[in-house]
């Protein structure tokens, strides 16, 4: 890294940093977490070295648990081909830390504090193999001191949006130096990998996919209840699903007119993050419009229940239910945060529908699904209601649910070829 650079971040940029997270821990419950969570991260490290004796190690870091899904598939790959694997997994937020429990994972910890001392010392204490950084979360120290100490590190499905400032003139500038640290970088496509060589363009670079493909593709051998086409279509379930507060004002009370002319059809809802005040506001809403609403804590057969309203109130079942809708919605588009997953429906069969917000992790999908007509964007209640209407229309929704599962199939194989690189 640019040696006036690396001073300005560790003079400058990186305290500062730490004293507006010192001054935030007060007011913001996830950063109070990650940030008091961070000063066990050494302590775990050497637990973890004292009582394993792995011959190689391999360290995966990850912002959250979005980002966990692109290398969940890469992590059981190396610990089902090599007993002598070790596999610690460092994460920038507690939504991935807490949320994440993989089998494959032999310690789990926060990503250390990025000054000089903290990364140097974690890295003498573990001594991986190899690190792998998922995405985007990049901490210059850590890949100072990477190379310092010889250890090998890659950038994996890597993404440089068109729009994004990395492109721009001081974005350039100062992500050449960040980027030219990583000894190999692989990008999600052809125009990440454009973009990417825009900024680095005497480093050799590949487009080998997202492995999320595949982990939403091998999904599917668990789902215990599937509907085909023509119950779908008979029991049409509409499938509203990680909603944020900000997706509930062009939702409510218009879906459910969804109701109106089909007694078989049922409105689920999935809040994004679980509360009494979640559940409380959706039967509020059904109860409004004088429908019958249930909450539910377990997978089951949705068709089978009377009530037209179903609220979910668990996680770790979303994904399954996707075999039983007709239509998905997914949250977070109205939002700062941008759309959630929208692989698990599409691979599912579900034509998505979603907010204008889909410039986050969830971009290449949303755009290849769009593309093949299988994804509706909607901005307002009126559009969200105009798509369903198109949907309506057998030969349009047949379309757009093949189509879905199409774009899926079609990216996959990503695992396989990353696994190659990052054993070889």
Known sequence: MNSLLLIIYNIILYPVFFITTLLLL?????????FLGRFYSLNKLREFKETNSFSEIYWFHVSSFGEFQQIESIISKIKSSN??????????????????????IDCKIYIPFDFLWSAFRAFKIIKPK????????IWPNILVVARFLNIKTILISARIHSNSFKLTRTGKSIYKCIYNLVDQIFTVN????????????????EALGNPRFDIAFDKESSIGIKFDMDYRLKNKLFLFASLWPEDDSVLFPTIFDLLQYDNGAKIILVPHELSDKSINYYQKQASRKNLSSIVIEDYIDLSKLKERVVIVNTVGILYKLYWQAYIAYIGGGFSKNGIHNIMEPAVASNPVIF???YSNGNFFEAEELLKASSAYIVKSPKQLMESFAKLNHINTYDSASKSSRRVIKNNLGSTDKLLSRIVE
């Open 190 to 205: 052809k125009t990440d990998l454009g973009n990417m060589k825009l900024i680095v363009p005497n480093k050799t670079i």
């Open 83 to 104: 007993d002598n694997a070790g596999i610690v997994v460092s994460f920038f937020s507690p939504s991935g830390y807490t949320n994440v429990d993989n089998k494959n």
């Open 26 to 34: 007060p007011f913001n419950l996830k950063i109070r977490s990650g």
């Open 355 to 357: 907010g204008p917000n």
């Open 130 to 137: 190899k690190l792998i950084l998922a995405s985007y979360d």
